[in-house]
């Protein structure tokens, strides 16, 4: 309904209304409201129903001439959206704006005017109005981009020359964790790493950004002339970030300059990488002395691995021998105080009671007993081409280098294991290496647990509904609790009634 009301100069007395007599309180016009209306619409140019574009793939309306915002139903944001499509709106003045409730699957939105405007003799009007506005679905310029999937003005080319992909596999899980991926126009897995393509170059830039701070890394970059408009003076590129990413994997031996051992406070030449986060940790196996090497460092004084996760051998323990504090090597760094310094004899499982045992360092005395199984490198039958390497003094190089503990059949522990992990947009096939790799990966999460302090994992309710018998697996296999775990969402259809986003698996 429409209000009207003239606002005016108070008077003491009354006087007739010029059109039609009737008794009225004094005004500029000497008019009631009655006739005022019938002769005066202050609402006249302004449209009473107008059309809305909506675009369901990012849920952001049209604002002209070119923009599109996200705005909630019933906000500030959406309200100024709905206010600048009115025309005729300046030549009056705006009072009061104000939602009416609709039903929110109607596609219609109301909105409640008051507005104020000077009439015949000086008098001003007001009046109360609604503008009813029908919600279109329009796709927006960015989406039609995304749907077409070859579109793109800016790619960052992730890569890492390595055998394994640990840490490739431990960045995608950050990535999912910060949502680093959600601009992206689509993802392609290569063999060596991801491409992740743009539809701006910001993005592009800020998702480089969140790389060199996550993993430790470098990039480039390079710029393509598409087109140019010589009368506009307008150049179209497209942006290439080619980044690259350490070539050290978790659980692999490396070999140090010997200056860059003596700057991380005389760490022995021949380290274990222990996890790479955003920057490498290693430590002696010799000593329990850790040291970290950012981007940076490693860029300047790079060194090669000297054994991948794919080269170790399995070894029996047969005898362990705990080494007290005082026995250890000299030296300025900090020390493991999660690792333990002991005398380990060890013999390959394949030659059992056929070598002799052959006496090693490492740092794994709080895991090994008598009897275990523990993967190594036998670093004395072993041809290694590496430069650093080979300036050592032979009695400086161990014979064996243990890495980590066997804790059974991996066949078993995928079977016991009771989480899961979620996926960018690629497929791993079974059987394949890459598989083998992602068991690995998935076995160091169960081992380390500051290595996935950064990584959603989520209860698995199918293997949940099926019961099991832990113990014919063995109690000795690390596991993960549930209060670590995360309890998936499962949601079919978004908020406008479309997919969700496909980009996550």
């Not at 104000?98 to 219609?108: A, G, I, M, N």
């Not at 077409?148 to 999912?176: N, P, S």
């Not at 190089?397 to 690629?426: C, S």
Request: aromatic share 6%; proline share 3%; net charge negative.
């Amino acid at each position: 309904m429409e209000a009207l009301e003239i606002v005016g100069d108070q008077h003491v007395g009354y006087i007739l209304c010029c059109e039609c007599g009737v008794q009225i309180e004094p005004n500029p016009a000497n008019m009631c409201v009655a006739c005022l209306r019938s002769q005066v619409d202050i609402t006249e140019g302004i449209p009473k129903q107008m059309a809305l574009h909506f675009c369901r793939n990012c849920e952001r309306y049209h604002q002209p001439p070119a923009a599109w915002v996200p705005a909630a139903l019933e906000s500030r944001e959406l309200l100024s959206i709905c206010l600048k499509k009115l025309k005729g709106l300046s030549k009056v003045r705006l009072i009061d704006a104000s939602f009416v409730w609709t039903e929110p699957h109607s596609k219609r939105i109301k909105v409640k005017l008051t507005i104020q405007k000077e009439v015949n003799n000086g008098a001003i009007l007001q009046q109360t109005f609604i503008v009813e506005y029908i919600v279109s679905n329009q796709m927006c310029d960015d989406c039609h981009r995304v749907e077409a999937k070859d579109y793109w003005k800016a790619v960052v080319q992730v890569r890492q020359k390595t055998a394994h992909k640990k840490t490739l596999f431990y960045l995608e899980q950050l990535i999912l964790k910060h949502k680093a991926h959600t601009n992206t126009t689509s993802i392609k897995t290569l063999t060596d790493g991801m491409d992740f393509f743009y539809a701006n170059k910001q993005d592009a830039r800020k998702f480089t950004d969140f790389l060199l701070a996550v993993v430790p890394c470098r990039y480039q970059t390079s710029q393509q002339l598409i087109s140019h408009d010589q009368r506009s003076n307008l150049y179209n590129y497209k942006y290439t970030y080619s980044v690259e990413i350490v070539p050290v994997c978790k659980d692999e031996i490396v070999c140090l300059p010997a200056k860059l051992a003596q700057q991380l406070g005389n760490l022995g030449r021949i380290a274990v990488c222990n996890r790479v986060t955003q920057t490498i940790h290693l430590i002696d196996p010799n000593t329990c002395q850790i040291a970290e090497v950012n981007s940076n460092v490693f860029w300047r004084s790079p060194f090669t691995v000297i054994c991948g996760p794919k080269q170790l051998v399995e070894y029996l323990v047969m005898q362990v021998d705990i080494i007290g504090d005082k026995h250890l090597a000299s030296g300025h760094g900090r020390e493991s105080v999660k690792h333990v310094l002991a005398d380990v004899y060890v013999v390959k499982a394949s030659e059992v009671g056929v070598e002799e045992p052959k006496h090693c360092r490492t740092h794994l005395g709080h895991l090994l007993l008598a009897g275990d199984s523990v993967l190594g490198f036998d670093l004395s039958n072993a041809n290694v081409n590496d430069a650093n390497l080979d300036k050592m003094k032979q009695e400086q190089i161990p014979d064996v280098v243990l890495i980590k503990k066997v804790y059974g059949d991996n066949t078993r522990r995928m079977r016991r294991r009771r989480w899961k992990l979620k996926h960018l947009n690629r497929d791993i096939d079974d059987g394949s290496s890459i598989q083998r790799d992602y068991n690995d990966f998935l076995n160091d999460l169960e081992e380390d647990v500051d290595y996935r302090q950064n990584v959603d994992i989520y209860l698995d309710r199918e293997k949940v509904a099926v019961e099991t018998d832990d113990s014919e697996y063995g109690d000795e296999a690390p596991k993960i609790s549930l209060q670590e775990m995360l309890d998936d969402l499962h949601i079919s259809n978004d908020a406008t009634g479309g997919e969700g986003d496909d980009m996550i698996e």
